[in-house]
């Protein structure tokens, strides 16, 4: 079964960094495109990060452009986004997502908790 477990949230303040991390499992890691979306309190769901499987293209929400930077490594079957110069804005619960060929529904992690705060 297809599984994606986040991992590396918590408390930063404004101006600092934090890796999150997506394990993956269950499917072919290294042919499937992978996103990072995020979920601030009161607010949708919001597309923060694409990544591409062959050709490892990414793509980024305007709000993040120039201080996240998505990346993966397919032997750990891991995504990670890596964020910079982090403003209270950007406090949100984040979330991995794939969209694989023949399955009906996108698959989600459970998330992870990212609190910019002084």
């Known amino acids: 079964q297809v599984q994606l477990v986040e991992s590396g949230g918590g408390l930063v303040q404004p101006g600092g960094s934090l890796r999150l991390s997506c394990a993956a499992s269950?499917?072919?890691?290294?042919?499937?495109?992978m996103r990072w979306y995020r979920q601030a309190t009161g607010k949708e769901r919001e597309f923060v990060a694409f990544i591409a499987s062959v050709a490892g293209s990414t793509a980024y929400a305007d709000s993040v452009k120039g201080r996240f930077t998505i990346s993966r490594e397919n032997v750990k079957n891991t995504v990670y986004l890596q964020m910079n110069s982090l403003k209270p804005e950007d406090t949100a619960v984040y979330y991995c997502?794939?969209?694989?060929?023949?399955?009906?529904?996108?698959?989600w992690g459970q998330g992870t908790q990212v609190t910019v705060s002084s």
């Open positions: 269950g499917f072919t890691f290294k042919t499937s495109a």
């Open positions: 997502n794939t969209r694989l060929r023949g399955a009906p529904n996108d698959y």
